[in-house]
């Protein structure tokens, strides 16, 4: 079975606070894709990252950062310096090696108050 | 930007009404999805194309269809809406040669009354 677990709900915090997503996931598959999406207000998924199974170096892109661990099967999400513009729901997900199709985590819902 | 569009934003609609959501793209992609956002914000693949004259359930069974007779295009079709279809759907594509992210459309907030 594959699953995606994002344990946290929701999350409130003040602007300029360090925040981290956790993710974590199922899969009997040996290669796979996973994924971060942001949902604003207004409604689509933003594309964050996408990592494959065999890349476990973590990633940095401006005030995000993305740790994968395969051994505790996690994906985490930390935002750093924390901004209101960053309140939003956020997706982790999973995809299976030629699948395509996504299978989501629960959501996270962000917000970051001035 | 994604080159992906859903109509109509919003739709209130009585019980019993066939509707068609429209999602088109203009990338070229291969590969079409819709999902299911319950309230609770849970994202339910409801079906999928891997291309023309391909069509596939999803994992979450819905009482909708679809077709893909043009690649840039996926509408999906209920015959006959019932309060339980009220959702927001979302309609994604991507290409089809590696596990490459997925575009979304800004999705359609459907009312059944």
């Known amino acids: 079975a594959q699953k995606v677990t994002q344990a946290q709900t929701e999350i409130s915090v003040v602007e300029k606070e360090d925040v981290t997503l956790d993710c974590v996931y199922e899969t009997r598959d040996t290669t796979y894709y996973l994924f971060w999406y942001k949902q604003p207000p207004s409604g689509e998924l933003v594309f964050l990252i996408r990592r494959n199974s065999f890349d476990e170096q973590n990633e940095i892109s401006g005030r995000y950062s993305w740790n994968f661990q395969k051994s505790t099967s996690s994906f985490n999400f930390t935002i750093t310096a924390s901004q209101v513009v960053d309140s939003a729901v956020y997706f982790c997900a999973l995809t299976p090696y030629g699948g395509g199709k996504l299978i989501f985590g629960q959501g996270t819902e962000l917000s970051v108050k001035p | 930007e994604a080159d992906i569009y859903q109509t109509p934003r919003y739709l209130v609609i009585g019980t019993g009404k066939k509707i068609t959501l429209e999602c088109s793209q203009t990338?070229?992609?291969?590969?079409m999805y819709w999902y299911q956002q319950d309230p609770g914000m849970e994202l339910h693949l409801i079906h999928y194309s891997y291309g023309v004259n391909s069509t596939e359930k999803g994992d979450l069974s819905s009482e909708s269809t679809v077709s893909r007779i043009r690649t840039e295009h996926f509408p999906l079709t209920l015959e006959s809406a019932r309060p339980s279809h009220t959702s927001q759907y979302l309609c994604?594509?991507?290409?089809?040669?590696?596990?490459?992210?997925?575009?979304f459309g800004q999705g359609t907030r459907l009312t059944v009354v």
């Open positions: 990338m070229g992609h291969d590969k």
């Open positions: 994604a594509s991507s290409q089809r040669t590696m596990n490459t992210e997925a575009f």
